[in-house]
């Protein structure tokens, strides 16, 4: 009988969904850059394509190959991180149904729901989902949806999976895990008890800082067929170039995340022995709180991670304009370094509210360079204050 193991990651992130052009052989899929198909007769449609919007075979090709990473048996693809955010609290919501959201979440889906979902009628809850306590007491009100990030952005948070999607399953909740930061090179939700994966494909996935693009994966086929309504009826759905960006990306994530951990591992602990870091927030660390969670449902602690400055706001915003090789720019997840300041950029629209991040934060993505030159970069940009 043939061996039916599963291929491993770095096998799936090279071949799912990548089949050799059948006509040419060509070993990478065409791009196929078309806004309709030619039909054999009315209804006639070949491979079932019929118009860009409700489907195209490079599209069809990045879905594949991230449903293979997750383990999971469908992906949709959208324009953006958040328009599949968007396209799956669409698909699941109604007037009078609560999201419970963890207090450390990413501004643009805090805002997403709050300023676009809650006007529609949900109720929306955050919470801090490491805080067993205060999770079970926010389950004493029926829940539609439990909302997950972890590692989380920018804090670092680390939620324990497997006990929060048992919690959710008890309470009747959906389970939702935005899995951006870990990526699947790092960490697997639906294998833990997610119901719902959700990515920014622009940060990890694609891993060059030159795509947008969202995905939303699940095993749950009913669930899967309303969010993929969504995509072709609400019409946000990812370009053709981009889907094989994303999918060309994707074929080095094993890889790069590898580098991206090692590289960043160093300059945390770097970071956490300097003057004038007040505080690191990364897994890695022995004196994470998440550390032992971590280590568990990750393998790996991954390429992000904050710092605190002990000069307040004010280190905090120098540090950030004044190194050269992290790059001061939003987003994340790319090849190259980039640094931020997440209370005037990433998380801008959570200022005052109970997901404010601290005025003496920075955020860090770790690129690929070589790790002495940007711990250099950083060592010198730390001298300047």
Same mark, same amino acid.
């Given at each position: ?36 198909f ?5 209804? &006639? ?13 490079t ?11 997750e ?24 007037? &009078? ?118 995905v939303?994966v ?5 669930l ?11 019409g ?12 060309r ?14 590289s ?18 990364y ?50 997840? &790319? ?8 209370s ?11 997901l ?6 920075v ?23």
């Amino acid at each position: 009988m043939p061996d039916q193991r599963l291929p491993g990651f770095a096998t799936r992130a090279v071949h799912a969904g990548q089949e050799p052009d059948r006509t040419t052989g060509s070993i990478t899929p065409a791009i196929h850059q078309t806004s309709t198909f030619v039909q054999d007769g009315i209804g &006639g449609l070949r491979e079932g394509y019929e118009y860009g919007r409700s489907g195209n075979p490079t599209r069809t090709a990045f879905e594949q190959q991230v449903a293979a990473l997750e383990q999971g048996t469908n992906a949709v693809a959208f324009a953006s991180g958040l328009a599949a955010e968007d396209g799956l609290l669409r698909a699941v919501l109604a007037a &009078g149904d609560r999201v419970l959201l963890g207090d450390d979440a990413y501004g643009g889906t805090y805002r997403l729901l709050k300023r676009i979902h809650e006007p529609a009628g949900v109720r929306l809850e955050t919470v801090d989902l490491t805080d067993a306590a205060a999770v079970e007491a926010a389950f004493a009100e029926p829940v539609r949806v439990l909302w997950i990030e972890t590692p989380t952005n920018p804090l670092m948070k680390v939620v324990d999976i497997v006990a929060l999607a048992a919690a959710g399953h008890a309470n009747g909740a959906l389970v939702v895990v935005d899995n951006t930061f870990a990526s699947p090179a790092l960490q697997q939700p639906l294998a833990l008890g997610a119901d719902v994966v959700v990515h920014s494909a622009t940060k990890y996935l694609g891993g060059h800082s030159d795509a947008l693009g969202g995905v939303v994966v699940t095993s749950d086929e009913a669930l899967a067929e309303r969010v993929r309504f969504l995509q072709f009826a609400a019409g946000a759905v990812l370009a053709p170039f981009e889907a094989w960006l994303l999918t060309r990306g994707i074929k080095t994530l094993d890889l790069r995340m590898r580098r991206h951990t090692e590289s960043a591992g160093a300059i945390a602990a770097q970071l956490a022995a300097h003057p004038a870091v007040e505080r690191v927030y990364y897994p890695g660390l022995p004196d994470h709180p998440g550390h032992d969670i971590a280590a568990r449902q990750m393998s790996g602690s991954g390429g992000m991670l904050s710092v605190a400055l002990a000069g307040g706001e004010a280190a905090a915003r120098s540090l950030a304009e004044r190194t050269r090789l992290f790059a001061l720019a939003e987003s994340l997840g &790319g090849v190259e370094s980039l640094i931020g300041y997440p209370s005037l950029m990433t998380h801008a629209s959570v200022r005052g509210t109970p997901l404010a991040v601290p005025e003496n934060v920075v955020r860090l993505s770790v690129g690929v360079e070589d790790l002495a030159d940007l711990q250099q970069d950083l060592e010198d940009a730390l001298r300047t204050h």
